[in-house]
Structures are given as structure tokens and as C-alpha cells.
């Protein structure tokens, strides 16, 4: 399976170190070579017989850097590679955009769709802004768009809801869906500032330099976009989800909340009104009886309603790197063992 990655950062970095140290997971069964890497900040590489990941890992951690030799960067930009080179799946894990409503990336994967190139992505923009038009287009031209890493680090939610829900109408869904403010709002109940909270999860890895897009609810805005579309055949985007996020929040109202028995949560809900098919995000008190009350720091949950069984809860304890590649890398099995590519 040739392989081109459009956007190489620490989700890339840990697929390449699976793909490198195969025999640590002896049950993985995946022959891939990487024929491209394009970067929006680092450039990009390409080589038909497959890149040395080993060597890129060495130059990006000891110079931030793709290659040592500057003439090996390839002239093409993210977007014509997908248009020109010779990959079997386009994997997408650049940055989620909301101002920009999911773009570049949309139109990386629109492009290797039309092409027949199958997609595995992480990025939750494309599929809460583009859903529709990239579903329909890959079934048109016989490829795949899998998407399992964008809500929930690789645990199998839509996998679960398309293999173990056939014949099944999910009718709606609530979860804690982001492991930052989850992560905040129990710091917060310790006594804990907003703004130690934020610090904390960037030293640990999981919130962005600028943690706006957690704190005031965007990424998870995009997940409940995400899942109303995939799951609910919705047509909605970030934007339209009903939105609120953590600033308001003070340690006094999170301690307040567990003295009475309770503790706040982010979550996000989506849920149908007739023909119509809604989503919000806000912070809500979920009783001990719940749960969504045992979800703390990193994890996340989610529990799916449906008319033909009784609710399904999926709960991720701590996700981290390793959690989100396998979800793509997963996905590239999928697109394999569908397609017959070797």
C-alpha cells in the first residue's frame, strides 16, 4: 500500500514509529510504504521506492527539519501532490479549521477522492463541514473516506454504529468528547485555575499551544457536527451547533457542583426534532448516578440511542498518541482488506 500523508505531525510521527517498529505489535498485519510527506510549515519529500522514516523521525526531533539536504524538498504544495502523485490512500492529518470550515484539508481529500485514492484522516474538519459532498464522491468513484480517529483518538465508535448497528437508526447520542476541558474541569474541582488547567494539559501534551479552540467548545462543536452527519444523516456544520465552552466556569461553581452530589461536564448532545436533526455543546451537572461522572481527566464517552436497542455506552480511558494512530492505521487495514490493495 503506497502511502501519501498530508500533514506529518505527532499523530504522523507515531504511525511512522508503529510502522518502524512493527515486530513490538505482532498481530498487525500492514505492508506499507510512505511515497510522499507535504507539511504546511516543514515543506515536503516524495520517492517512488519509499521515503526513510527513520531518518525523517532523526531530522524532525533533532532539527525540525524533513531532510538534511534542502534539494531533496519536493516543489509540489500539499494540494498537487494529492493531484499528481502515485498513492494508493491519501492519509490527512493537518490541523482542524474552523474559520476556515475545514479547508485546506476538504479540498486535499476532495481531490484525492476524485482521483479514486481512498482517505484515512484524523481531521474532524472535513467531516463536520464536507461530510455529504465526500461521501458522495467517494462511493462515485469507488473509494473509500474512513474517518475513525476524528471523535474519539481511534476507539470504535463509527466502526462500532456500521458493523454492530445494521438495520439499527441511531436517534441521538451525548458524550464527553474532549479530553482538555474534561481534563480542566476536573482540575478545577481540586481548587484548580482555568488557566492552570490550560497549562497543565499543554505540558502534557493534549491541548494546543492556543487552547481556544477546547476551551470555548469548537473541537467538540466539530465532533457533535460530525457525528450527527455520519451518524443521523444530518447536514449540519461546527456552526450550527449550539455552542458554549468552559471560560464561564470558576473552581467555586465546580466545587459547589460536587458538594451537591454532582460534578460539570462539556457535553455534547445531538438529538432529532421530526425531520430535523440538531446538536449542542455546553457544560451541564451530571448526577453521581451517571456515567459520564466517572469520566475523568484525559478520557472521554459516548452513549449512542437507537430504536432497536437499548442505549450503548463507549468509554476511552486517557487516549493518547497511541490511540490515534492506530485509529488510522485501522482504517488503512480497512481500506485494504475492502479494496483488495496490497
Not at 524533513?66 to 492529518?93: G, H, I, N
Not at 482540575?187 to 494546543?208: D, F, N, P, T, V
Request: glycine share 8%; hydrophobic share 40%.
Amino acid at each position: 500500500m503506497k502511502i501519501l500523508f498530508i500533514g506529518f505531525g505527532n499523530v504522523a510521527k507515531e504511525m511512522s514509529r508503529i510502522f518502524i517498529q512493527r515486530d513490538l505489535y505482532p498481530a498487525l498485519d500492514l505492508e506499507s510504504r510512505v511515497v510522499g510527506i507535504f507539511t504546511g510549515r516543514h515543506g515536503g519529500l516524495e520517492k517512488k521506492d519509499g521515503i526513510d522514516l527513520i531518518k525523517v523521525l532523526d531530522e524532525l526531533r533533532l532539527s525540525n527539519r524533513l531532510t538534511a539536504d534542502e534539494r531533496e524538498l519536493s516543489s509540489l504544495t500539499p494540494l498537487e501532490a494529492a493531484k499528481t502523485l502515485d498513492y494508493d490512500v491519501l492519509v490527512e492529518l493537518s490541523a482542524l479549521s474552523i474559520e476556515d470550515r475545514g479547508e485546506p484539508a476538504a479540498s486535499h481529500i476532495r481531490t484525492a477522492l476524485e482521483r479514486g485514492k481512498s482517505v484515512a484522516s484524523a481531521n474532524k474538519g472535513p467531516v463536520s463541514f464536507r461530510y455529504k459532498e465526500l461521501k458522495e464522491l467517494a462511493e462515485k468513484n469507488g473509494a473509500l473516506y474512513l474517518f475513525e480517529s476524528a471523535v474519539m483518538d481511534g476507539a470504535p465508535l463509527f466502526n462500532f454504529c456500521s458493523r454492530c448497528m445494521k438495520g439499527a437508526t441511531v436517534n441521538g447520542f451525548s458524550g464527553i468528547l474532549n479530553g482538555t476541558t474534561n481534563f480542566i474541569l476536573s482540575h478545577m474541582e481540586k481548587g484548580g485555575s482555568l488557566e492552570e488547567g490550560i497549562k497543565m494539559a499543554q505540558e502534557a501534551g493534549i491541548a494546543e499551544a492556543d487552547p481556544s479552540m477546547d476551551v470555548d467548545g469548537w473541537d467538540p462543536s466539530a465532533k457533535a457536527a460530525a457525528l450527527v452527519n455520519v451518524l443521523m444523516g444530518g447536514n449540519i456544520t461546527p456552526l450550527d451547533v449550539e455552542r458554549d465552552g468552559i471560560r464561564a466556569v470558576t473552581p467555586e461553581t465546580a466545587q459547589d457542583a460536587v458538594k451537591r452530589g454532582m460534578r460539570l461536564k462539556l457535553l455534547c448532545r445531538g438529538w432529532k426534532d421530526g425531520n430535523n436533526v440538531h446538536a449542542s455543546v455546553r457544560v451541564e451537572e451530571v448526577n453521581r448516578d451517571d456515567i459520564f461522572c466517572l469520566i475523568s481527566h484525559y478520557g472521554s464517552a459516548v452513549r449512542i440511542e437507537s430504536d432497536l436497542m437499548h442505549p450503548n455506552i463507549i468509554v476511552q480511558d486517557c487516549p493518547d498518541l497511541l490511540d490515534t494512530a492506530y485509529g488510522v492505521i485501522e482504517d488503512l487495514i480497512t481500506i485494504r482488506d475492502s479494496l483488495g490493495l496490497i
